[in-house]
């Protein structure tokens, strides 16, 4: 398999209908998330030429994490629907690659594990969290210290998600809770399965709570020395704010248009975004990044970064770890390759001037 829609292909060919539903699926008409594809289809590269390099550098240094690539795995949910060996796959499969994996908190394998197996590849993987601050601020500061103690480098608060979107695909199918078997393994209350003598299994659910504000992530700040980016950003004025409320990097993201529908794409919204940072902090960027170009036009419109979500979940799905391996380098390559033809040596090489509408 050469492509990711290749990938997609082989994985809906072994999931359980349902269960690629909810992988490829989105909010109500999905308008967003064909949208962040078709929108870096309607954009054209300008190369540059004669001043490229044999010697090509795709190497990024993230927030005090180093990365082999500018190409890193997205929070994604339920690993282990794809595949029984989950994000452990995952996590061994980044760490081979030398790329940041940012660990969904709704994982179906705690995030200890999910750092051993790293480790297993690489003494010193590049894991980051993703968060859902609970309203309850005590469960999330326990949640805290759990990936500050399994290692992880950098916190990611998703912010796009107040209320949860209307996956329409998901109610036809009344797909609402995971099988029988698998929990969302970071949100087990240890102290009280402790106190049960290991009895009763003590597993809360994930609440998304609209009363979030810039104070909440002041209150992360105070209560972890690492990094704090914000992931959901849309809004240039919510960007300047992130930088205002000294948040460490933001992710342009529309949760791969599984929240709010018709939004834009994320590619479309990128250039305001990283002029209202202005180089002040990091800017990351995903949604429907499927090619080496695509993740090409990301950086030069302004982005330090891409994730990838649904192409890790294809290539776990089609082929466990030799698959998420696999997409990583079909990726790495593509894009080295497109960066020689704009006559880049470094991902920071590219210019807004290349990309045309
Ligand atoms: C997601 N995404 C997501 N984001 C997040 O912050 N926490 C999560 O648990 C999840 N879970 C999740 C599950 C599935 C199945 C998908 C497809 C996506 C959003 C994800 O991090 C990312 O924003 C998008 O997936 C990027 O778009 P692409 O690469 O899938 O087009």
Redesign the pocket.
Known sequence: MRTVAEFEAAARERLDPVHYD???G?AQDEIT?AE??SAFKKLRLLPRVLRGSDKRDLSVELLGTSSSMPILV?????HRLAHADGELATARAAARAGTIM?V????TTAVEDIAAAAREVTPDPGLWF?L?LQPDLEFTEAIVRRAENAGVKAF?V?V??PVLGRRERDDRNDFHDLPSGLVVENLRNLELENRSGGNASHVRDIVMSAALNWDHIAWLRSKTKLPVLI??VLHAEDARLAVHHGVAGI?V??????QLDTVPATIDVLPEIAAAVGGAIPVLL?????RGTDVVKALALGADAV???????WGLAAGGREGVSRVLELLREDFDQALAMCGGRHPADLTPDQVRR
Request: charged letters at 15%; proline letters at 5%.
């Open positions: 909810y992988f490829a989105g998330v962040n594809e997205a929070p994604t949910a339920f940012i969904s908190m709704a994982s993703q859902y990611v998703t796009d998600s992931k959901g992710v993201s529309n949760h791969g248009g599984r995903d949604g429907g990044i499927r994730g990838v979500g649904r192409p890790v979940v």
